[in-house]
Each structure stands twice: as structure tokens, then as C-alpha cells.
């Protein structure tokens, strides 16, 4: 589905983003894409979908090589960008504007979708709140049916009701044949959708993992005091929440945030866990 | 000392399977929710969900009719109980001991207070 090789990538030559990214992303699956700030999740959903073109390397969509945006290529792609503008028109007439790029559009699950968003058809997208700005690009995106969804920090600006409503929506939405990439901060919000867990740090992918491999090579503990072996520990109510090399396989419930601090506090260890 | 782990995922859902199977709510023989349908009344994982069922139908409790779907074993509710059985002499009893020994509560409270549960 996706296919990145020896990826470069640089805005300013000194600070290059990308050195030698190497990633095989497959459909049925809802990956979740997390990294620290800075570290290029925004630019490699750019480089996905042809909005960026690498320095080096081919990042290839669909087979298609991502940079020549080829109509077939760019018809079962959405992006659910972080920072967005609205046009200054109502909903019917947004949906006329883009729907038709999109071959597969639903436009029945996006009546739904609106529904129980709970969105005004009368009023201009533009004077929408930023969060049910949110909620129509969710909407809209979802109802194009595209095989690949990529969303960036799609939780952000949505208030309680809605983070469940997307959940669900998000749950009904995936299959066997889809791609969804989510980049996101929120990891609490999709703690049990995301799978499997790609972590980026400075030029290079850390981890690219199912929960269950994870799970294997991981043990997530509670414990009265810190452990030796703890790769990252936190103290909580209960005890001691520790993070530890899984040498007697444990079945333990990987717990994303843990995980992500354990990763860019020993990068070199996981590198050679889970890389090699 | 570990005091608690939390189980993984797809040992949840598990878990909530064989509740409704115990509850009545999934009767031996009959076919229980799509591997879709319970992903999006849970909010977790297709593949989670996947996981858990080829767990239950390695367990003999689910079985699969090729392009139908699951239903559940005729004798899935008695399978259930054995492996629940077997976890609560396992864990939930000695944990059990382990905290009456720290109250001091004597196991003749107990009884009374099972005699009085039960009748």
C-alpha cells in the first residue's frame, strides 16, 4: 500500500528531517503515528499524499510514486489536515465543490455522519466553530470511503461526546481493504483503536510494531517500588506503573503512553529490539 | 512484588464474550455479533477483536461457519465455567486468602456469610 525507501527529506539542508526512512505500511489497519514535536509526523503524511516531495528516495502510494499526483493516486487519498480554513459556503455546496473528486463518496453515511455530529446545514462552514469545523472535516472525510485516511491529530479541538462519537465512527469506518494513519498526541483518545504503533524520532523510525509484538518483547507492571530493569517507570495511585523488557512473557496490556516515554528514553535499546 | 497487571486487550474482550455467554445473552449453537459488529460497539481494534475469537475457537468455545460467521459451541458454556474455574482457584482464591489473612477475617465468617448469601 505504502512503500517509503531511503527517504530524505530536508527543509532547510542543516536540519535535515528524514535520513534513510525506510517504512511498509499495509491496509487493514489503523496505524497510529506518534512522535515528539518537530520530528516530521505532519511531513511524512505530506510526503504520503504527493503534498511534499522527498529530497531523496521514493516514497511510493498505491504503487504510484507519490510525488507525480496522479489523479488515480489522489482519488483514494483524504487528509484531514491540523490547521485548516473553510470556505465561506454552506455544507451543500462544499460537498458539491469536492465530493465529485472522490469516486466512492457516500453521500448517505455523510447525511448520517452530520446527524449525529449534530451540524447546521444552514450556516456557512465559515462561521462554524473551529471544533465543528472539525467535526465537518471528520464528517466529509469519512464519506469519501477513500482507501487511504490520513489524519492529523484528528482528536484535537473535539469536545467529550465527540471524541466517542469519532471512535465509533472511526470503528465502523476501517476494514480490511483501508489505510488509516492517525498522527496524534491524544493517545488516550484511541488507546484501543490504534494498532499497530509507529514511533518516529529525529531522522528515523524507532518503531513500527503491532500491539501484540509489542506486548511480547514488553511487559507493562505495577510494581511497589521502581524495578532495576524498568525501562521507564511513573508513579501512580496504585504503585509504581513500570515499563520492562518481557523475559518471561508476561501478557500485559500495553499502555501506549508508557510505551512512547520507555521508546525515545532508550532509543539505541529499542532500536535493537524491535528494528533488528 | 507484581501486584497487578493489567490484561491485555484482546483477554478484555475475551473476558466480555464469555460474560454474555454466561449471561445467556449468546446461546450455545446460535451465531454471536460479526467480528465487525463487536469492534464498533467496543471502539477497539478489528484485528483486536480477531485475535480475541481465534482465542475463543482455539479454546472450543466459538466455532466458525466459513462465509457465515461465529456461533457458539454446544458445549461452550461448560468449557467457559472449567477455564473460569480453573482461574478462580488459581488467582481470585489465593488472593482472596491473602487478603483475609491481612483483616484477620477467619474462615468461618466466611461460611456464615455464604450460608447467608445462598439461602
Known amino acids: ?276 | 512484588m507484581i501486584y497487578e497487571t493489567d490484561k491485555p486487550l484482546y483477554l478484555q474482550i475475551v473476558d466480555y464474550a464469555c460474560e454474555q455467554i454466561l449471561l445467556g445473552i449468546w446461546k450455545p449453537e446460535e451465531r454471536v455479533p460479526s467480528v465487525r459488529e463487536l469492534s464498533v460497539t467496543l471502539t477497539v481494534n478489528l484485528n483486536t477483536v480477531a485475535r480475541s475469537f481465534d482465542f475463543l475457537q482455539d479454546k472450543q468455545v466459538l466455532f466458525q461457519k466459513r462465509g457465515i460467521g461465529y456461533f457458539v459451541e454446544k458445549e461452550g458454556l461448560k468449557r467457559i465455567r472449567d477455564m473460569y474455574k480453573i482461574e478462580f482457584f488459581q488467582k481470585d482464591l489465593p488472593n482472596l486468602f491473602k487478603k483475609m489473612q491481612k483483616l484477620n477475617v477467619s474462615i468461618e465468617e466466611i461460611v456464615l456469610e455464604y450460608k447467608k448469601c445462598s439461602t
Not at chain 1, 26 to 35: A, R
Not at chain 1, 37 to 57: A, E
Not at chain 1, 186 to 214: A, K, Y
Open chain 1, 1 to 276: 500500500m505504502i512503500n517509503i525507501q531511503n527517504l530524505n527529506f530536508h527543509y532547510k539542508a542543516s536540519q535535515p528531517v528524514y535520513l534513510g526512512l525506510n517504512m511498509d505500511l499495509k491496509p487493514g489497519n489503523i496505524y497510529g503515528l506518534l512522535g515528539e514535536n518537530g520530528v516530521g509526523k505532519t511531513t511524512l503524511l505530506k510526503l504520503i499524499s504527493g503534498l511534499l516531495f522527498p529530497t531523496k528516495g521514493n516514497v511510493s502510494t498505491f504503487r504510484f510514486e507519490a510525488k507525480k499526483r496522479y489523479p488515480e493516486m489522489l482519488e483514494k487519498i483524504y487528509f484531514l489536515p491540523e490547521v485548516y480554513t473553510l470556505p465561506k459556503v454552506k455544507m451543500s455546496e462544499y460537498v458539491k465543490l469536492y465530493a465529485s473528486f472522490y469516486p466512492k463518496f457516500d453521500h448517505q453515511k455523510l447525511a448520517e455522519y452530520v446527524d449525529v455530529f449534530g451540524l447546521s446545514k444552514a450556516k456557512k462552514l465559515s462561521e462554524f466553530s473551529h471544533g465543528q469545523q472539525k467535526k465537518w472535516l471528520l464528517a466529509f472525510g469519512l464519506a469519501t470511503n477513500t482507501e487511504l485516511l490520513l489524519m492529523d491529530e484528528p482528536t484535537n479541538g473535539l469536545d467529550i461526546p465527540s471524541k466517542g462519537l469519532f471512535r465509533q465512527l472511526l470503528a465502523e469506518a476501517a476494514d480490511e481493504q483501508k489505510t488509516i494513519i492517525i498522527s496524534t498526541h491524544q493517545v488516550r483518545d484511541l488507546e484501543n483503536l490504534i494498532d499497530p504503533i509507529i514511533i518516529l524520532e529525529h531522522n528515523q523510525v524507532l518503531l513500527n510494531n503491532s500491539i501484540e509484538e509489542i506486548s511480547q518483547k514488553l511487559k507493562f507492571v505495577v510494581r511497589e517500588n521502581q524495578s532495576e530493569q524498568a525501562l521507564f517507570a511513573e508513579q501512580a495511585i496504585g504503585g509504581v506503573l513500570c515499563v520492562e523488557p518481557n523475559t518471561d512473557n508476561t501478557e500485559s496490556k500495553v499502555n501506549i503512553e508508557l510505551l512512547f516515554n520507555a521508546a525515545v528514553n532508550n532509543k539505541e535499546l529499542f532500536k535493537k529490539l524491535f528494528i533488528l
